[in-house]
């Protein structure tokens, strides 16, 4: 398992396009309003966070770092796009939220950031441009003080294994890619923006869970718990519906499948 930087310059692409897009098409009155965009399982697990210093891996437009800031921490967001960190920065200054933003590939950033943090957290929809987990696992110890907590909220690998493009659950893709990857084309709609065809490709990894709970271990951190959900924050797969809370879930009988997942490790005093 080696990086894949050919992989990073194609969805760097991707990214620096849709970033404008998603800065108009995220819901962002929670946080323009006072409010955050954290999801409340997120907040439950993570705990009082006030005060403590955060580090923020593949923060895109910010929403979430610029969340945890409300929530009380002094927070660090870094991610490859320029334009999603402009958008980031647009949107500190519109809620007059303060974070500091790095622009790096995940990978570079021991080269450019020598600091300890006492939360490390990562959310939604990153797993996927991880060219190698094995070293991934290591940044993230890496950036942990003694005794502090690595969070992450992720689709959970299992689902990706089905079509998500009909009805039903229709196993299309391996669950063990063993470091492969896909390549998916451009011209489709954004999932944020139905109306926005994205233009550029994307390259995309699947890891499976005991691969992302080795690679943590692996780096020397132990796993506070692992669990598993029913609900996504988008429509991941055809057959979803929206429900009354604004999540959405597979109907009965699909509904017996784990769709989302949260883990806390910590990193040894």
């Known amino acids: ?24 098409s995220y819901e962002l009155d929670s946080l323009l309003e006072g409010g955050h965009h954290l999801d409340p ?24 770092t610029l969340s945890l800031a409300r929530l009380g921490a002094e927070v660090t967001g870094i991610d490859i796009s320029e334009e999603s960190l402009k958008a980031a920065r647009e949107l500190s200054k519109k809620t007059g939220i303060s974070a500091r ?22 959310s939604i929809g990153v797993l ?23 969070y992450l909220m992720e689709s959970h690998p ?21 470091g492969g990857y896909i390549d998916w084309p451009g011209d489709y709609p954004d999932y944020s923006d139905e ?5 550029n490709p994307t390259r995309e990894f699947q890891w499976t869970l005991s691969e992302v709970l080795c690679a943590l271990t692996g780096a020397g951190l132990s796993i ?4 598993e959900f029913d609900f996504l924050h988008w429509k991941g797969l055809e057959s979803m519906v929206r429900c009354e809370d604004g999540k959405y879930r597979l109907p009965e009988p699909l509904n017996r499948i784990p769709v989302l997942f949260s883990l806390k490790a910590v990193k040894p005093g």
Not at 4 to 24: C, G, M, Q, T
Not at 50 to 64: E, M, N, V
Not at 195 to 199: A, E, N, Q, S, W
Request: glycine share 6%; net charge negative.
């Open 101 to 122: 933003f790095i622009r790096t590939a995940l990978f570079d950033l021991p080269e450019v950031l020598d600091e300890r943090f006492d939360l490390v957290y990562t």
């Open 158 to 178: 299992f689902m990706h294994v089905f079509d998500d493009e009909t009805d039903g659950l229709k196993v299309k893709y391996r669950y063990f890619m063993k």
């Open 1 to 24: 398992m080696a990086r894949d930087k050919k992989a990073e310059e194609i969805n760097r692409k991707h990214w620096d396009e849709i970033a404008p897009v998603h800065l108009r």
């Open 41 to 64: 399982v997120q907040v439950r697990e993570l705990g009082d966070i006030s005060g403590k210093r955060a580090l923020h891996l593949q923060c895109h437009i910010g929403t979430d």
């Open 128 to 150: 996927c441009w991880i060219s190698d987990i094995q070293e991934w696992g290591r940044i993230v110890a890496r950036y942990l003080e003694p005794g502090g907590t690595f």
């Open 224 to 227: 506070e718990f692992l669990h």
């Open 195 to 199: 109306d926005y065809l994205v233009k």
